[in-house]
């Protein structure tokens, strides 16, 4: 299982309430998973924002949370959430 470092973004970081936090996962979509999980108790603006968000890793482009279970995860990756933004 890779450690991984995952940073919000704007409105995800708002709905994280936190800049960053580090997961264990070996897919995308599992630390995507394990992101929703550890803040179940607030009020469910975080799932909303990652499920319209765009990810990068290292700097790449990843997709959306829909092409996120094809994506594996190396030790040390950083995963970045990008929400939309207004005005593109």
């Known amino acids: 299982m890779a450690t991984i470092k995952i940073r919000y973004w704007a ?3 708002q709905a994280a ?7 264990n996962a070996d897919t995308l979509a599992a630390a995507i998973a394990v ?3 550890g803040h179940a108790g607030g009020d469910g603006r975080l799932a909303a924002v ?3 968000s ?3 890793i290292d700097g790449q482009r990843a997709g ?3 092409a996120a279970g ?3 995860l190396r030790d040390q990756q950083v995963i970045e959430v990008l929400p939309p ?4």
């Not at 933004?85 to 593109?88: E, K």
């Open 11 to 13: 409105a995800a970081k």
């Open 17 to 23: 309430g936190i800049e960053e936090e580090t997961v």
């Open 35 to 37: 992101v929703i999980a």
């Open 50 to 52: 990652l499920a319209c």
């Open 54 to 56: 765009s990810f990068l």
């Open 64 to 66: 959306n949370q829909a």
């Open 70 to 72: 094809a994506i594996a």
């Open 85 to 88: 933004f207004a005005g593109g």
